[in-house]
């Protein structure tokens, strides 16, 4: 499925060659992380059923990251379209999934009055095993980001403002539809990662490349995130990130990596929707 800001280069949209994903399974990666389960219900009468499971997914992630990291856990509503998906997406911030099962899907009919038409209810108990964001030893250093738009019509371009506190390397990830992770930093020409110093704002993509937003096939919207990551530069980090054939790594994949990196490692999450004209 094609989602989100293909790149482009004046015109033509370019296709990356990627390597393999690694062969070790991330469950082995999962021994410190806390277990929970977070339980997600979704509405179809506004959405289609391929966006209310995939918002569902969503719902019950956040929960399940609330509960593992000790936070104040949302009350469990039942979501009829795309205005709260940034919370969810915005959740991810505060713990590390390293890897999450589906328990059960359960599907049910809502009908308010009998002469109502019965309203399709998707629901979905979810169990993650989630790390909490390691202490820095700088607390002082963080990374913020601001997209030039919140909701994109199809064929927009996106653009990123992004500051440290530090003199830091920032590598810059898409959260797609479907929740996978595709890292921008595969071609030189992506201008990855940015250097900065602290307090410099600096500018994604480059000049001469366009990130233009475009709908999956049979999607009349989407919401997806950038995922902004900093290192300090003095470390030298390189990511242990290995992609797919499509581009893409699964979430607790991409946080297995982040979380394998010793030395401070800070993020931000940017959410932003597609939606058709």
Known sequence: MVNGPQICL???VLMLALGLLPSQPIMAAAANCTWAEGTGS???DVLTPQEARQLALRQARAQAIEKAVGVEVRAETLV???AVASDFIKTLTKGYVRSEQVVRWEQDRY??????TPIPIYRVTVKACVLPITTLRDPGFFVTAAVNKVV?????????EVRSTRPAEITIYNLTADDQVRPYDTAPW?????????AETGTFPPT???????LPSGHARTSEAFIVVATKREDQVVMPLHVGRQGTVTLPEFYAALASVETDIVETIVPYSIVGR
């Not at 009908?111 to 109502?116: E, I, L």
């Not at 992506?190 to 602290?198: E, H, R, S, T, V």
């Not at 001469?208 to 475009?214: S, W």
């Open 111 to 116: 009908q308010p009055r009998g002469t109502d």
């Open 208 to 214: 001469g490349v366009a990130l233009e937003m475009e």
């Open 10 to 12: 004046g015109i033509p």
């Open 190 to 198: 992506m201008g990855l990662p940015l250097k900065l110093n602290a």
């Open 42 to 44: 979704v509405a179809g």
């Open 80 to 82: 009829r379209d795309f």
């Open 152 to 160: 994109f019509a199809p064929g927009e371009k996106a653009n990123l």
